[in-house]
Structure formats: C-alpha cells, structure tokens
C-alpha cells in the first residue's frame, strides 16, 4: 500500500530533532514527525506539589498547547481555560513521562514540560510524548553536570506512535488526512524495555476486530523501536 508521497503502510514520517531551540527553558528540542511539529521545553522549579513536601520525591508534569496557526483553520487560543480534550492529552503525557524514572532520585524539584505544537498534521500527542521524554533526559543530564543532581538516575525511556485502520489497512504514523478518514484510531506509548505504558483506540463506525487490535500493536511496536535510536543519537551535553 503506498501512501502520500510513497510512504510505505509500515513507514514512519520523516523524523527530526533540533535541540536547544528555546534557549531560555532548562533543556528544550522541537521535535518534527512529517507535517507536526511540536516544541518541547522543560523548566525545573526547586519545590514540589503540597502533596509531595516532605517526601523526598520530585514531580514530573506536563502542559500541551496548539498554536493559533498550527491548523489548517485559526485554532481558538484558550484563554478562559483549558478544554477537554486539551486536559486529556496533558494527563497522557505527564502520565507517560512520569514512567520514566524513580520520583526519589530526582529530588524535591518539579519538572514542568510544556508542549507546544508549532504545527499539526497528526500524532501530535505522540510526538509529544516523544520529544518531551528525550528533553526530561536531556535536562536530568544537565543538573548532573551543573552538581544540582549527584548522579544521574536510571532512565527508562520512553516514547509514542499512532496507529489506524485506514481503507482496511493498518497504517503506522498517521498524518491528518489519514487520522480523520480512519476507521480505527489508535495511540500507543511503550518504554524501552518494551512494555506497554498505555494504548488509547477508538473505532469509527463500527467494532474493529481482535486481529485488527493485534496488527495495529504490532506495528506500533515497530515503530517504536525505530524512534527509540534517537535515543542513542542523542549527544551528551558538553
């Protein structure tokens, strides 16, 4: 099945990472996954929720926006509160990315990712959750360098893909078009040690089938595993 611009059914979009692209924040990358593009920054505050004072742990969290201009129509800035569906891809994400370490080797710090989506052309949760693990690192690195953090703590990585059934046919990475014609939509976020963190899928129409669940994990978890090399692309920083 050839898909836009060729794209093999079992193919990723093209993916790329520019780091440091938000000088100001404590580590940042924006991350480009085809047409979406999202900024991923992460700011470190020296305190910790009321709920966790005390404790000795850290706190990881995370906040998602989309630009005005992302979309192809003005997406409404939202001013008077976060919608929704805005709450529940944040949730997502601070739930994913607190999978990647122990909360006690991190300090009674708060990690704050923001995610902004420069441009959207589908997945852009995903990438999120993509890009906004690889700047946790990025960021756990630098207060070791600094002598803010004694050692560095184990990072479980982790990192996210979309999948769907479109004209009967499993797709992995699906682009806009591809996500709104689907009849069956589905996300899919794993560690690297390959377990499952969490999957989201919905169908369209009608039920979809056991075996349909079963080719769409698998090609998740393909996927997966090839954005995972970003991990071992990824400098240390000097």
């Not at 700011?43 to 995370?62: C, H, N, Q, R, Y």
């Not at 997406?75 to 929704?84: I, P, Q, V």
């Not at 046919?169 to 963190?197: H, Q, T």
């Amino acid at each position: 099945m050839s898909r836009f611009e060729g794209r093999r059914y079992d193919s990723l979009r093209e993916l790329s990472l520019e780091w440091d692209f938000q000088p100001g924040a404590d580590a940042s990358l924006l991350i480009r996954m085809g047409g979406t593009h999202v900024l991923c920054a992460v700011s470190v505050e020296e305190k910790v929720p009321p709920f966790l004072k005390d404790t000795g742990k850290g706190w990881i969290t995370a906040e998602y926006g989309m630009l005005p201009g992302a979309t192809n129509s003005r997406y409404r800035r939202e001013t008077s509160g976060r919608s929704g569906r805005t709450y529940e891809i944040q949730r997502l994400i601070g739930r994913s990315l607190r999978m990647m370490v122990d909360l006690s080797t991190i300090g009674e710090r708060t990690f704050r990712v923001d995610c902004d989506v420069l441009n959207a052309d589908g997945g852009t949760r995903t990438a999120s959750i993509t890009g906004g693990a690889l700047a946790l690192r990025r960021v756990f690195e630098n207060l070791v360098a600094a002598g803010n953090l004694d050692t560095m703590p184990e990072i479980l990585p982790v990192a996210a893909i979309s999948v769907g059934i479109v004209g009967a046919k499993p797709c992995l990475d699906l682009d806009y078009n591809e996500d709104s014609n689907a009849e069956v939509d589905a996300n899919f976020v794993m560690s690297g040690d390959g377990r499952w963190i969490e999957i989201q899928s919905t169908a369209e129409g009608k039920p979809f089938s056991s075996e349909s669940f079963h080719s769409m994990t698998t090609l998740a978890e393909k996927g997966i595993q090839e954005i995972f090399e970003l991990w071992n692309q990824d400098p240390l920083p000097e």
